[in-house]
């Protein structure tokens, strides 16, 4: 009960002069690392420049903000949940809020998985209402079925729909389902601070749904994923098929005291000072044995409302330790200028829009 409205009481704490100040922030560490790129870009090989760089600003980022993350979606999902307040609840708490036996699926694909029997499976967390964007990742890389003779699906996870018209919505998303047969929904409310809880359900979708598939990605939708190279990657000899996850690792990340900010936990959720090493919740890959165990080690884990870094405590408790890829410069949380180069060397990249995403797809599918 106390947690529960402690929870909300962050919630409330979040301001429009926070978003706006964000969005600011945001703009201004791109125009930076515009200039500093293309200034620095001839006097040092590309590669390095542009990774230098690319840590240096997500490491003040994150210091700064406490993660780095999409946040125009974040932004659109979160007015829309603080709008629905309509949805009555029926949680039986048996363990914490974010432990998946507290919820469950009201769209599913249970069969999905036994039918088509993946090696890998994507799983991307969306907003309901972000139709454009799942749309765009149907027409890009969530369309390839088979990559390297190896089956591969993608999933979206959302929540529940919120506000007034939640009801249409709904049928809306049925709608969708029935068509596409790539959603799967659960029965908590959708919104920017449930994010640990729509990953906790993504986990628990992969250890009771999928079972067979040997790895996973959890991806937002903001990414544009290479993956031909993720498959190389996966298939080559020396990656781990068990207890592995890897993507763009973090070390040593403070743990956001600040009240007005959309990062902020209290000490009563997480008293530690720091968060324990974790991977940026862009995009991380780990062989499908983790989801299982980090569902059942959750339970003793408080959960707290920053997904990556809750996934980084589960680690932890389990004494797995998150791997650095072989090479992190295929991991990109920055895309800068345009460069049809890079996107055929990396395994993800951040990219931005729906129309971003498609854009690009073109032209590198017409490279080939
Ligand atoms: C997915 O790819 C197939 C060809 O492999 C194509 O016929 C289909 O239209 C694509 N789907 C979308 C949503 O673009
Ligand atoms: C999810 O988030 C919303 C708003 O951010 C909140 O009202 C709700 O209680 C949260 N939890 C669940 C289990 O839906």
């Not at 530690?272 to 919740?281: F, V």
């Not at 998150?322 to 990109?332: A, G, I, L, N, T």
């Amino acid at each position: 009960m106390v947690r529960k409205t402690a929870w909300k009481r962050h919630n409330l704490a979040r301001s429009k002069r926070e978003l706006i100040l964000l969005l600011t922030m945001a703009l201004s560490f791109s125009a930076i690392l515009y200039i500093y790129y293309f200034s620095v870009k001839p006097s040092m090989p590309p590669e390095t420049a542009f990774d230098g760089v690319v840590n240096q600003i997500l490491s003040y980022y994150i210091m700064v903000c406490g993660r780095s993350g999409n946040d125009n979606q974040n932004t659109a999902t979160q007015t829309t949940a603080t709008a629905a307040p309509t949805v009555t609840k029926s949680v039986s708490l048996h363990y914490h809020i974010a432990h998946p036996l507290n919820y469950h699926f009201i769209l599913d694909e249970p069969d999905k998985c036994s039918q088509w029997d993946p090696f890998l499976v994507l799983m991307v967390p969306v907003a309901p209402h972000q139709v454009e964007a799942r749309n765009a990742i149907r027409s890009t890389w969530g369309n390839e079925s088979t990559v390297q003779g190896k089956a591969v699906m993608t999933l979206f996870l959302v929540g529940l729909t919120g506000g007034s018209d939640s009801e249409k919505a709904q049928q809306q998303l049925e709608e969708e389902s029935r068509q596409h047969r790539d959603l799967v929904q659960s029965n908590f409310v959708d919104s920017y601070f449930n994010l640990t809880i729509k990953t906790m359900v993504i986990m628990d979708w992969l250890a009771t749904r999928c079972p067979q598939a040997t790895y996973a990605m959890k991806i937002d939708t903001d990414m544009y994923v290479n993956l031909e190279n993720l498959m190389t990657f996966l298939l080559a000899p020396n990656t781990p098929r068990q207890n592995y996850i890897t993507g763009v690792v973090l070390w040593d990340r403070p743990v956001v005291r600040n009240k007005n900010s959309k990062w902020y936990v209290s000490e009563e959720l997480y008293p530690e000072p720091k968060y324990p090493t974790y991977l940026l919740g862009t995009g991380y890959i780990f062989s499908n044995d983790l989801p299982e165990k980090i569902v059942e080690i959750s339970k003793e884990v408080k959960a707290f409302n920053i997904e990556d870094a809750y996934v980084g405590a589960c680690l932890k408790h389990l004494g797995i330790a998150p791997s650095s890829p072989p090479d992190p410069s295929q991991f990109r949380i920055y895309m800068g200028q345009y460069n049809r180069e890079d996107f055929l060397r990396i395994i993800s990249i951040v990219v931005g829009s729906p129309q971003k995403i498609m854009d690009v797809w073109k032209d590198v599918k017409s490279s080939r």
